[in-house]
């Protein structure tokens, strides 16, 4: 079974910048929109962002203007560049793809 792997959460503090990857194993992934989700303690998972194959981007509100998503369909990738972190957006981040797999989830922890 394909599956996602996500790198790159960890902590930082307000106002920082974090890179978040979401890498599948092969070629099929590249067929289908990427999704970003976020789930905070005791919280919904909610939508942060997605990408299309068509390079059509759209962003929840909460992130618009500080969060950029995009893709290497090279390295079946997809990415989600954050910046200007608030305490807020400390939550587990998925990403989706292949329709409907999901990476294993990695933390990201905004606070001083």
């Known amino acids: 079974q394909e599956q996602l792997v996500e790198s790159g959460g960890g902590w930082v503090q307000p106002g920082g910048s974090l890179k978040l990857s979401c890498v599948a194993s092969?070629?099929?992934?590249?067929?289908?929109?990427v999704d970003w989700f976020r789930q905070a303690p005791g919280r919904e998972r909610e939508w942060v962002a997605q990408?299309?194959?068509?390079?059509?981007?759209s962003y929840a509100q909460s992130v618009k203007g500080r969060f950029a998503i995009y893709r290497d369909y090279d390295k079946y990738a997809a990415y989600l560049e954050m910046n200007s972190l608030k305490p807020e957006d400390t939550a587990v981040y998925y990403c989706r793809g292949l329709g409907n797999v999901w990476g294993q989830g990695v933390q990201v922890t905004v606070s001083s």
């Open positions: 990408m299309s194959t068509s390079w059509i981007t």
């Open positions: 092969g070629s099929r992934f590249n067929r289908f929109a």
